[in-house]
């Protein structure tokens, strides 16, 4: 089991965005897998960061550091992924 520390500023921005996931931008190819997400700037509202898991078009995400955005799209895509073995093991 994987354990969240959400005292960490970045990681407790992620855990947050969360509730917001269905309001995300989506990035898809052409079979509609979506790529990248968009997500709302928290300090610059309008502004739109596409994130994946491992990377962001943000500054924090420039300098080296692994985002807030790329976090929430990281978690986002682990719950989809329970979600896809819920529903196989339920059939």
Same mark, same amino acid.
């Given at each position: 089991?994987?354990m !969240? $520390?959400? $005292?960490?500023?970045? &990681?407790a921005?992620?855990? @947050? /965005?969360l %509730?917001? /996931?269905?309001?995300?931008?989506?990035?898809? $190819? %052409?079979?509609?897998? /979506?790529? @990248? =997400?968009? !997500?709302?700037s928290a300090?610059?509202?309008?502004? =739109?960061h596409?994130a &994946?898991a491992r990377q #962001?078009t #943000?500054? $924090?995400?420039?300098?080296?550091?692994h985002c807030?955005?790329a976090? %929430?799209v990281?978690?986002?895509? @682990?719950?989809?992924? #329970?979600?896809?073995?819920?529903?196989a093991?339920? /059939?």
């Open positions: 089991m994987t !969240i $520390d959400t $005292d960490e500023n970045r &990681t921005k992620a855990v @947050a /965005a %509730a917001r /996931a269905g309001q995300w931008l989506k990035v898809r $190819d %052409a079979s509609g897998r /979506a790529l @990248a =997400y968009g !997500i709302e300090s610059r509202p309008g502004v =739109y596409f &994946t #962001c #943000c500054e $924090d995400a420039q300098r080296g550091h807030w955005h976090r %929430a990281s978690l986002h895509l @682990a719950a989809l992924r #329970c979600q896809r073995r819920e529903v093991t339920a /059939a």
